[in-house]
């Protein structure tokens, strides 16, 4: 039997009823919607009985205002059949910080620095993952910059690099010290920690308190 | 070359970057933690091992990225899907051409426009495709064999290098960032001569990758340091992710150009170099051949070149010529939603494949019917090709990492984008 990404569809739809969500085909290409719960069946099942050998790729997709907000999403190749196909698992209920999915590292070991990725990024955590840890943010950065509500620049991220204070702080081309603002991604202004530093303070020390300073 | 009996870590032993050493127990107490890089010479880029060796046979290789996270991804999803093009120049700084035929398709897939493109344009972004194949493996070549000693080889493939760049200049006005393959089609007609040019290094250069042969290829010194050293089987490869020249090194039949052919590859006769051992050496040998593979493809597309416009000629997605705007309402008012806006792609997803130098370029891109794109998430070939290094180097011999990280060819800019 020749084995399509059509006919991986048909056979995943048979054998997991109750782990398919949904099914979309978009451009030419084959989207399976797994429940998290199915993920590592369906995945070994791909695997083993249908030779999907090779794990392209696991990247997310964060959608702010749906429930559940973010797509982790597989793209798995098969060398002996030739074929292609997208897994998608939706995670993330409201209120939920740091959501969790089954690491497939056991399946496809090529997941490993991926999920990393996926974790650094987007704060999703793999279960059983061997060695999750942020893999291109500093080890002690806090947050997750490819969430959609994470701002393109400014300063007004509690990460221990900045600590309160904003390195090169005065910029010659706008306005004086004190008029300078910092904007977010939005435009909005944002509270100015640079209001409560003493223009002399020596760089990397903490901030005196207000009242000596202003 | 004998190596020593692999050194097996207890279980249970994490390893952070702060705690790179192994645990003591009597067995292991003479292994010592080093760091290699992120200046290292060897390590093209600024790639981090943290090595955990045992005299001189490595136990545990950390490798340790981000040091040239730039947020492309993110950068992205704030721009116009025609300004995100320029950032795709900067993944993979010595392959640019290839970057931007993988964004370009990926967008024209969204757009539904691939039906659109003409012959012309699919050849000429071949023929560029593959000139900047072979740039791609000089640099590789040049930097590899230097960090093996062969001093000479990084001032000639530099050399030949000059002249490809010298034609992108010629076409683009710019040597390396050229952003001349675009959504759409290509940035500006081809110039005179430019086929002439290109001939022109056909005919040389065969004669010059003959010297290399003769240079290298059966080197006694560089056939000690490159045969059975650091050796990845097939099945490895596989798990772990490798795409491109490590993959087919170790003995993968496998090319995205054959498999999955796109931008009018399947009309042209090549083959694809494959090595058995999938040692340092197996994979030098797949990108040499490959070399003249893209010289064969390279010959193909100039000679089937047919004429034709440059762009699409839907002036939602490519911008009208100059001379039009002065004149026609319709194209100043599309020249300006264009630059202003840009185009909005139905809501959708594509995960476009490219066969890159490194390996596997694929690029997945998500509409939500906005300007500008939901998400870009790249499928990095030095990423993958990265996870394999630790399992190539360990339990070979400290001296073997720089002939390794070589033979994988790592570009740093792609791995942490």
Known sequence: ?214 | MQQKEKLSIPAGTSYSLEEGSPLVDGRHDDTMTINMGPQHPSTHGVLRLILTIDGETIVKAVPDIGFLHTGIEKTAESKSYHQALVLTDRMEYLSPLCNNLAYSLSVERLLGIEDQINEKIKHARVVLAELQRIASHLIWLGTSALDLGAQSMFLYCFREREVILDIFEMVSGVRMMTSYICPGGLQAELPPGFDQKVRDFLDYFPERLHEYHDLLSNNQLFLDRTKDVCKITREQAIAYGATGPVLRGSGVVWDIRKVFPYSGYEKFEFDIPVGSNGDVYDRYLVRMLEMEESMKIIRQALDGMPTGPYRVLDRKVAPPPKWQITGNMEALIHHFKLFTEGYRPPKGEAFVRTEAPKGELAIYMVSDGSPKPYRMHVRAPSFGNLQVLPVMIEGSLLSDVIAAIGSVDLMLGEVDR
Not at chain 1, 160 to 175: E, K, N
Request: a negative charge; hydrophobic letters at 35%.
């Open chain 1, 1 to 214: 039997m020749v084995i399509t990404a059509a006919s991986t569809v048909d056979v995943v739809r048979e054998t997991f009823p109750q782990a398919v969500v949904e099914i979309v085909e978009s451009n030419g290409e084959q989207t399976i919607v797994l429940k998290p719960e199915y993920l590592l069946t369906v995945c070994a099942h791909l695997r083993d009985k249908l030779g999907y050998d090779f794990l392209e790729t696991v990247t997310a997709l964060d959608w702010l205002e749906r429930v559940p907000r973010y797509d982790v999403v597989y793209h798995v190749l098969s060398y002996s059949n030739r074929c292609f196909i997208r897994l998608k698992v939706r995670v993330g209920e409201r209120g939920e910080e740091y959501p969790v999915v089954p690491s497939v590292v056991r399946i496809w070991p090529a997941a490993n620095w991926y999920e990393r990725e996926v974790y650094d990024m987007f704060g999703i955590k793999f279960s059983n993952h061997p060695d999750l840890r942020r893999i291109l943010m500093p080890p002690d950065w806090t947050t997750h910059p490819l969430r959609k509500d994470y701002p393109l620049s400014g300063f007004d991220l509690p990460e221990p690099h900045w600590g309160g204070q904003v390195p090169y702080d005065v910029d010659p081309g706008v306005g004086s010290y004190y008029e300078q603002s910092l904007r977010s991604a939005e435009g909005r202004q944002v509270d100015d920690p640079r209001r409560a530093l003493n223009p002399n303070q020596e760089p990397g020390t903490l901030p005196q308190s207000n009242e000596e300073t202003l």
